[in-house]
Nanobody, 117 residues
Framework: QVRLVESGGGSVQAGGSLRLSCAASGSNLRLGIMGWHRQAPGKQRELVAQIRRGGSTNYVDSVEGRFTISRDNALNTVYLQMNSLKPEDTAVYYC???????????WGQGSQVTVSS
């Protein structure tokens, strides 16, 4: 069974930076696409960024140029570096990983990111 554990959320003023980490653990890990989603109060969960095993990435338009997703395949970890944060980035951020052995997605527990103006 694959488990994802997130770290790095918190509170910051507008213009600041935070880095989220998400480490996968379990036996026979084989992860495909990894990504970060977020859900703000009263809104639907949205995809923020995702990265393929080979390193190609894509971002939602609202974070392009400010957020950077990366991964370390040896550590089974995905990161989200968030710069120039805005109040509208406030949300619970969830990491997600595609388990290639089961063809199912696995989710982290969620990390609160709060950006004050």
């Amino acid at each position: 069974q694959v488990r994802l554990v997130e770290s790095g959320g918190g509170s910051v003023q507008a213009g600041g930076s935070l880095r989220l980490s998400c480490a996968a653990s379990g036996s026979n890990l084989r992860l495909g696409i990894m990504g970060w989603h977020r859900q703000a109060p009263g809104k639907q969960r949205e995809l923020v960024a995702q990265i393929r095993r080979g390193g190609s990435t894509n971002y939602v338009d609202s974070v392009e140029g400010r957020f950077t997703i990366s991964r370390d395949n040896a550590l089974n970890t995905v990161y989200l570096q968030m710069n120039s944060l805005k109040p509208e980035d406030t949300a619970v951020y969830y990491c997600c990983a595609q388990n290639l052995l089961t063809a199912r997605d696995v989710w982290g527990q969620g990390s609160q990111v709060t950006v004050s103006s």
